[in-house]
């Protein structure tokens, strides 16, 4: 009923037909949807014969959302950071709901919340990957509020598909993807699922009973630290661990203090990337290990050397002027 008033909203006459096939029913049940309307005391007209449907009556307008300013804020700054850092369903479900939003805001607050949605940047960028359909994530979080066991249909990174019952402990998101921790009836023990790669949920007539003080963030992050990697990394930061911990957070490394500083223990595909992590940082640190660090170090120190050192070029000179050279380094 609901996306029948969209639609009627959004159109100025629509048949009969039109609005079955649209809604995935049939006319009568239109018919009778526009009564459930009309007792709800919205004027829906309508019209016989070839050019006939259905519309709202003329000049009617739904009544503006009524939204102080700090809370259309937070709606529409909301929307637009889960559109942004890969939060959402699908951006069309986000951009649909801006549209709705704006258009039953009061004209006062239209303009500015639209120039904060044009005017704002992030410096995290959107998730590359599929997101997770609404009705998924929907059937897990009233799972795990109501304590109740999911059956789910799973695939994993090796295409490999599994029918699992699962006690679903919470949904959690980290780092662009959606998860799902819970104890896994299959292997009779906590696991994680990604949210984007369960393919089907059904919740079961058996409830369950969370362990006390399960925590599911330190769970799921404990267990994709676990994954393995090409290298181990092992260095002691001489600085305050609070601040380091604000810089470095537990999803990136474990931190613990010794008696030189604070030791970070982390995992690496790459080196190179964790050499500009620590590059990056004000206070000065102490490699334990691997040994190719302190190469990747030197490397990124002599990378940095040399940009230090380029001149402007001459305007003119070939392959120099206003760009720099083509076979420099993208990070100089």
Same mark, same amino acid.
């Given at each position: 009923?609901?996306?029948?008033?969209?639609?009627?909203?959004?159109?100025?006459?629509?048949?009969?037909?039109?609005?079955?096939?649209?809604?995935?029913?049939?006319?009568?049940? *239109?018919?009778?949807?526009?009564?459930?309307?009309?007792?709800?005391?919205?004027?829906?007209?309508? &019209?016989?014969?070839?050019?006939?449907?259905?519309?709202?009556?003329?000049?009617?307008?739904?009544?503006?959302?009524?939204?102080?300013?700090?809370?259309?804020?937070?709606?529409?700054?909301?929307?637009?950071?889960?559109?942004?850092?890969?939060?959402?369903?699908?951006?069309?479900?986000?951009?649909?709901?801006?549209?709705?939003?704006?258009?039953?805001?009061?004209?006062?607050?239209?303009?500015?919340?639209?120039?904060?949605?044009?005017?704002?940047?992030?410096?995290?960028?959107?998730?590359?990957?599929?997101?997770?359909?609404?009705?998924?994530?929907?059937?897990?979080?009233?799972?795990?509020?109501?304590?109740?066991?999911?059956?789910?249909?799973?695939? =994993?990174?090796?295409?490999?598909?599994?029918?699992?019952?699962?006690? $679903?402990?919470? *949904?959690?998101?980290?780092?662009?993807?959606?998860?799902?921790?819970?104890?896994?009836?299959?292997?009779?023990?906590?696991?994680?699922?990604?949210?984007?790669?369960? &393919?089907?949920?059904?919740?079961?007539?058996?409830?369950?009973? *969370?362990?006390?003080?399960?925590?599911?963030?330190?769970?799921?992050?404990?267990?994709?630290?676990? *994954?393995?990697?090409?290298?181990?990394? &092992?260095?002691?930061?001489?600085?305050?661990?609070?601040?380091?911990?604000?810089?470095?957070?537990? =999803?990136?490394?474990?931190?613990?203090?010794?008696?030189?500083?604070?030791?970070?223990?982390?995992?690496?595909?790459?080196?190179?990337?964790?050499?500009?992590?620590?590059?990056?940082?004000?206070? $000065?640190?102490?490699?334990?290990?691997?040994?190719?660090?302190?190469?990747?170090?030197?490397?990124?120190?002599?990378?940095?050397?040399?940009?230090?050192?380029?001149?402007?070029?001459?305007?003119?000179?070939?392959?120099?002027?206003?760009?720099?050279?083509?076979?420099?380094?993208?990070?100089?």
């Amino acid at each position: 009923m609901l996306t029948l008033l969209e639609l009627l909203q959004s159109h100025a006459t629509l048949t009969g037909a039109e609005l079955a096939e649209r809604l995935g029913t049939d006319v009568r049940t *239109v018919r009778r949807y526009t009564a459930q309307l009309r007792d709800l005391g919205i004027p829906v007209e309508a &019209e016989r014969g070839r050019y006939g449907g259905y519309r709202l009556a003329r000049g009617y307008r739904m009544p503006p959302l009524v939204l102080t300013n700090d809370e259309a804020l937070a709606v529409v700054l909301g929307l637009v950071a889960a559109e942004r850092v890969g939060m959402g369903t699908t951006v069309l479900a986000s951009a649909g709901a801006l549209a709705k939003i704006e258009r039953v805001l009061p004209q006062a607050l239209r303009e500015p919340l639209a120039a904060i949605r044009e005017s704002l940047t992030f410096t995290t960028g959107a998730v590359v990957g599929q997101s997770p359909g609404s009705e998924t994530l929907l059937a897990l979080a009233q799972a795990t509020r109501a304590r109740t066991t999911v059956s789910i249909g799973y695939q =994993s990174w090796r295409q490999q598909h599994t029918e699992r019952d699962v006690d $679903p402990y919470g *949904v959690v998101f980290h780092h662009g993807r959606w998860y799902l921790v819970g104890h896994d009836h299959l292997r009779d023990t906590p696991r994680t699922f990604r949210v984007d790669r369960i &393919e089907s949920v059904t919740r079961q007539a058996r409830d369950f009973t *969370v362990p006390d003080g399960f925590d599911a963030v330190a769970h799921l992050t404990s267990a994709l630290a676990q *994954v393995p990697y090409r290298w181990q990394v &092992e260095v002691t930061i001489h600085g305050p661990i609070d601040a380091i911990a604000r810089r470095l957070p537990r =999803s990136v490394a474990t931190l613990t203090t010794d008696a030189t500083g604070v030791r970070m223990s982390a995992r690496a595909e790459r080196l190179d990337g964790m050499a500009h992590l620590l590059a990056s940082l004000e206070w $000065p640190f102490t490699i334990h290990g691997p040994d190719e660090l302190r190469q990747a170090l030197k490397t990124l120190a002599r990378r940095l050397a040399e940009a230090a050192e380029r001149e402007p070029a001459e305007a003119g000179e070939p392959g120099r002027g206003g760009a720099p050279p083509t076979s420099c380094p993208q990070a100089t």
